[in-house]
C-alpha cells in the first residue's frame, strides 16, 4: 500500500525547527553581547585596574641594614651581597624532597642545609619563600639559570647578609639578626610599621641587634614593574629608593674588649667598664661567648645543640643577666653608709679577735686570730669582715636597704640592651614577698644582716650593677646611665644624635665622707697589707679598687677547701675599680666564676683592662690565659663557717672571705 506524505505537515516542522534554531542562536548572541557590555562597559574600570596590577607590580627594595662601629669607627657588624637558592613551596608542582633531589644535581646541597631548610620552613609562611643554599658560586648560579624552566617555585635572588667580622669578640653586646619566624611575624604585621618590612626576611634576635631593630633596619623603598604574562619583569616603570638604616656608633673600646676577652682565658665570668663622667661603657665582656656569624643563615642543628647544652652557657649574657653576690666589694659602700648615717666615725675601731658573737652564734672572720685594731681605713684596705659584722649588725637591714638602692644595687640600670635582671638588693619587705608560701621562712634574723654586711647572703647583683655603683661612686654620687650607643648616625644625610645628653640624677653625699672611703680604696691597691697591693704593684696611675671573693654554694658548717671542691661550686672572685683615682677615666666591675679570690685573678685581669686603657700598654701575657691556681686557700688560714642555729638561716651562711 502506497503512503502517502503529508508535505505542508513538514514543510511546518522543518519551519519551527528552524525557528527555534535562530531563536537559540539570537538568544546564546544576545549572551554574549550582554557579557561584552558588563565587562567592558560597566565592569570596564575595575577590570582595568586588575589588568594593570597583573601587568604592574609594586616589588619593595629592602634597605641596607646600618653599620655597627666601636668609638674609634672599627667595624663591628657590616653588609654583604649574595646569591641564595630559594623556594616556595606553595609553587611548587612536584613533590618537595624530589625537587630538592633535582635540585642537588646542579648546585651542591648538603644534609646540614637540608635539615635547615625544613626548620625554617616550619618557622615560615608557606607562602614565603625559603633559602635552600645561600652564598652561591657564579658556576652554580649558571647552572642553575640554565635550567631554571624545569623548576617552577624555585628562585635564585640576590640578597644582602650580615657579618660580624670579629667573630666572637663583643657577641653579647651586638647579639645576632635571623630569619622572621611565624610570631614574630604576626607581630610586626600588628605593628604600625608592618609596611616598611614588606620583603624583609630577617630581624634583629638579640643585642643591639634587636634592641635597635626599627633605627638599623632603614626605610623600605618600592619599583613599579611591568610583567610579562608569565610573571617576568619586563621593565622598570618607576622607583623609590629605600633609605639605609641608621649607623650605630658605639662607646665600646674594642681594642680594649679584645684586651680583657683575651686576659679571661678559659675562665667564665663577666666584666663591665664605664666612663664615670659619661655613662659610656668602654668594655662589655660575657665568657664565654659565641660567634653570631652562625646565626645570620639558620644555625645548623649541631651548633645550636652544641650551644644551647654546653656546662659553659656561651649564649648567657653575663653582665646582663647573671647575678652574683659582691663579696667584699660591697664593704666601701656599708662605709660610705656609716658615715653618711652618723654610725661611724674614720677614726673609730674595733680590736678585732677574729669572729663576731650574735645570739650565742660564731661568725667567723677570714684570718684566724683576727687582724687586731681595726678603724675603717684598714677595714677596707685589709677587707676586715668583723669590722662589717658589727657594723651591719648596728645599721640594720632596712637602713642597710635604703642607702644602697640609689647606687643602683637590685634595680635596672636602663642599659641599651633588653631582658636586663633587677638582681636582689634584700630587705624585710623582700624576704616576706620572695617566702610568702613558708611563714616560718619570712621572719628576718639577725644572721642574715650579719651576711649581707659583707656581700653574701641574698645579695645578688648582675656585674652591670656592680660598675655602675663604683662608677657613681667614682663620680661622687653624680649617675650617669649606663649606655652602649654613644652616637645614632642618620642613614641618608649622616647626622649624628646623642644618645644620652645628661646625668640621670644625684646621690646626696658628703664630700668629706666619699673622700674618706676614696682613700682607702686607693690603700687596697697601694698599701703593702692591702688586698690587691701585689697584682698593682709598680702601676704608673692611681688606682681606687676593692676585691672580693663570694661562695657559690653554703658549706653547712664545714671548712672550704678549694682543692677538695668541684670546680663549678668553688668560690667567685670579684673586683672594683676606678683610675686614675684622681680624676677617674675608668670604672671596672668584674666577676670570675669559680676562681677563688679576688686578688687572685679578678684583680690581675682589671690590671691589663686598666693598663692598656690608660697607658695604651698591652702586656706580653696579655693573650695568654690566666693562670689557675690549684687550691687558693693558704696553708695557714681557714675559712670556717658558722654552726647554723635558731638565729641563722642557709641565705646567711657567712664564712669569712679571704679577698
Known sequence: MTEIKDSDREIHLFRMRLTAMVLFVFICFGLLVARFVWLQVVKHSQYMAQAEDNRIALVPIVPNRGLIVDRNGV??????????????????????????????????????????????????????????????????????????????????????????????????????IGRINQAEAKVIDASDDAANYNGTDHIGKEGLEKSYERQLHGQTGYEEVERSAGGRAIRTLSRTPPTPGNNLILSIDIELQKVVEQAFGDYRGALVAIEPATGDVLAYVSRPGFDPNLFVDGIDTQSWTELNTSLDKPLMNRPLSGTYPPGSTFKPYMALAALELGLRRPEYGINDPGFFMLGGHRFNDDKRGGHGYIDMYRSIVMSCDTYYYQLGNEMGIDRLHDFMQPFGFGEKTGIDLEHEKTGVLPSQQWKRERFKRNRAAQKWVGGDTISISIGNGFNSYTPLQMAHAVATLANDGVIMRPHLVKLLED????????????????????????????????????????????????????????????????????KYNAAATPERLRDNALFIAYAPADHPRIAIALVVENAGFGAAVA???????????????????????APKPVDPVPADEDQVAPTAGADFRPGGETPGNKD
Do not use: C
Request: glycine share 8%; no cysteine; charged share 25%.
Open 75 to 176: 667595624v663591628l657588624a657590616s653588609n654583604y651581597s649574595a646569591y641564595t637558592l630559594e623556594i616556595t613551596p606553595s609553587k611548587l608542582e612536584a613533590n618537595l624532597d624530589s625537587v630538592i633531589d633535582e635540585l642537588a644535581k646542579l648546585v651542591a646541597i648538603e644534609p646540614k642545609d637540608r635539615k635547615r631548610f625544613k626548620r625554617l620552613m616550619e618557622e615560615s609562611k608557606n607562602f614565603s619563600s625559603v633559602p635552600i643554599r645561600t652564598r652561591l658560586t657564579d658556576d652554580e648560579v649558571a647552572r642553575f639559570t640554565a635550567q631554571r624552566f624545569r623548576f617552577p617555585g624555585v628562585e635564585v635572588q640576590a640578597r644582602l647578609f650580615r657579618q660580624y667580622p670579629l667573630g666572637e669578640v663583643a657577641s653579647h653586646v651586638l647579639g645576632y
Open 491 to 558: 642613614g641618608g644625610n649622616h647626622a649624628r644624635t646623642p644618645t644620652v645628653a645628661k646625668e640621670s640624677g644625684r646621690i646626696p653625699l658628703k664630700q668629706q665622707n666619699i673622700d674618706v672611703v676614696k682613700r682607702a680604696m686607693v690603700g687596697v691597691t697601694a698599701d703593702q697589707s692591702g688586698t690587691a697591693f701585689i697584682p698593682f704593684r709598680n702601676v704608673q696611675y692611681t688606682v681606687a679598687g676593692k676585691t672580693g671573693t663570694a661562695q657559690v654554694v653554703g658549706l653547712k658548717g664545714q
Open 603 to 625: 684583680a690581675p685581669i682589671a690590671r691589663k683592662a686598666l693598663d692598656y686603657y690608660l697607658l695604651g700598654k698591652r702586656p706580653g701575657d696579655a693573650d695568654k690565659p
